[in-house]
């Protein structure tokens, strides 16, 4: 019996920088990924995320999972400078991450950077339509 289309979280199992942004996507590693992702340790992942509003702890499990292997969680937060909430700081400083949030913009340079100095960054990327 026929399966049909089996449909999966989009994953990429490498650490690519990322080549551009905007038109509400992300590309890396010569392909595009259209909406948020998580750029970590384990690879670059889709994230259910379309605004500053919608982070919470849920969509942060995997980061949290990943803590260990991470020294600053870089919070592109769209087009505007938005601040993470306080508690989801603390919380993933329990763990040993650092937050900064900043545009998306500037924390895909930051993470490039930083991914390119070989450091312990991983990226939470809101996906913007104009940068």
Not at 14 to 34: E, K, N, Q, T, V
Not at 79 to 108: H, I, N, W, Y
Request: hydrophobic letters at 40%.
């Amino acid at each position: 019996m026929a399966k049909g289309i089996e449909i999966r979280d989009a994953h990429y199992p490498g650490r690519p920088p990322i080549d551009a942004y905007g038109a509400g996507g992300f590309r890396f590693a010569d392909m595009s990924h259209r909406g948020s992702i998580l750029c970590l340790p384990s690879g670059v992942h889709g994230w259910d995320v379309t605004g500053p509003d919608g982070i919470s702890e849920a969509n942060l499990s995997a980061v949290l999972d990943e803590a260990g292997e991470i020294e600053v969680l870089l919070v592109g937060m769209g087009t505007e400078f938005r601040r993470m909430p306080k508690e989801l700081q603390a919380l993933l400083r329990e763990r040993g991450v650092v937050t900064d949030a900043m545009s998306t913009g500037s924390a895909v340079r930051t993470y490039n950077v930083l991914l390119s100095e070989d450091r312990a960054v991983a990226a939470a990327l809101i996906a913007v339509e104009n940068p």
